[in-house]
């Protein structure tokens, strides 16, 4: 007899913003500094669903919780996607950028000099904040 895996699954969800811009772009023109941050939002969230049919390719048993909001200390916090795997949990912090960057310290910029934030601090500290839990 074929054993089921049981996995508990956090489903993934697009964020109010994302859904209140799709929403209004449908119905007028957005000014820019609004469809940017669509652009920018929609960018991320295929990202998101890219990861997420990747993982679903992975043949193991695991629990993945996706879009977790926790507050730690008066500190809050977002996790993108934390995936538990027999005894070890895989932190990710899923990013969907394009195009040429350079780091300078700690600093992530584009060609064009805008300053990105620091993905590799950002997920070190989800890692502390999860890690002091």
Not at 44 to 58: L, P, Q
Not at 60 to 76: A, C, M, P, S, V
Request: proline share 2%; aromatic share 10%.
């Amino acid at each position: 007899m074929e054993r089921r895996r049981r996995c508990l699954r956090k489903e993934r969800v697009e964020s109010t913003e994302l859904k209140i811009l799709k929403s209004l772009g449908a119905r007028v023109q957005l000014d820019v500094p609004d469809a940017k941050q669509l652009d920018i939002l929609l960018k991320g969230w295929k990202g998101e669903e890219e990861f997420d049919r990747w993982v679903n390719t992975i043949d193991e048993e695991r629990h993945t919780l996706n879009d977790l909001l926790l507050n730690h200390q008066g500190t809050t916090f977002q996790v993108d996607s934390l995936i538990f795997s027999g005894t070890t949990l895989y932190l990710f912090e899923i990013k969907n950028y394009q195009g040429d960057y350079y780091i300078q310290g700690d600093a992530w910029y584009t060609f064009s000099g805008n300053e990105i934030r620091n993905p590799i601090l950002q997920l070190k500290r989800t890692e502390n904040l999860i890690g002091s839990f």
